[in-house]
């Protein structure tokens, strides 16, 4: 297993992860990445690489689960992040990526993205993990 640790801006930075997982991979055999999130107020995402298309991201989650709504979870805790943690529930915090040949077998357009959800910057641990080919597969 490995580690990655990434540091965010705060609510609702996306980083592009794909650069740093295939610098990971180019060494592997075929198999499957495991990429694993250790947070409940960020999440993981494939899609298009695209600025306009990140900002309606951006402004999907916003509109789908409002910040300024009264959520119980604010007022036990007080730390104003009620709606990440709900945010984070229409994503996910675990990927199966495919490895072939020493990269990520992803599709023309796709690329890895963490987005933060919480409201504060926030260093991220990701759990990586490798599954080599099973060559039995198959026959």
Do not use: C
Not at 54 to 83: C, I, P
């Amino acid at each position: 297993m490995d580690r990655l640790f990434v540091e965010t801006r705060g609510e609702l930075d996306i980083v592009n992860l794909t650069g740093e997982l295939e610098r990971r991979v180019a060494r592997l055999p075929n198999g499957v990445l495991f990429v694993y999130l250790k947070s409940t107020t960020s999440g993981l995402f494939v899609n298009e690489d695209d600025p306009a298309l990140l900002e309606d991201v951006k402004d999907m989650l916003s509109r789908l689960v409002q910040k300024n709504a009264n959520y119980r979870h604010n007022s036990t805790w007080g730390d104003g992040n009620g709606h990440s943690h709900l945010r984070s529930l229409l994503l996910s915090n675990s990927l199966a990526l495919p490895v072939e040949g020493g990269r990520l077998a992803l599709g023309t357009w796709q690329n890895v993205f963490l987005i933060e959800l919480d409201v504060r910057p926030r260093r991220r641990e990701l759990v990586l993990s490798f599954m080599p080919e099973d060559e039995t597969l198959g026959r």
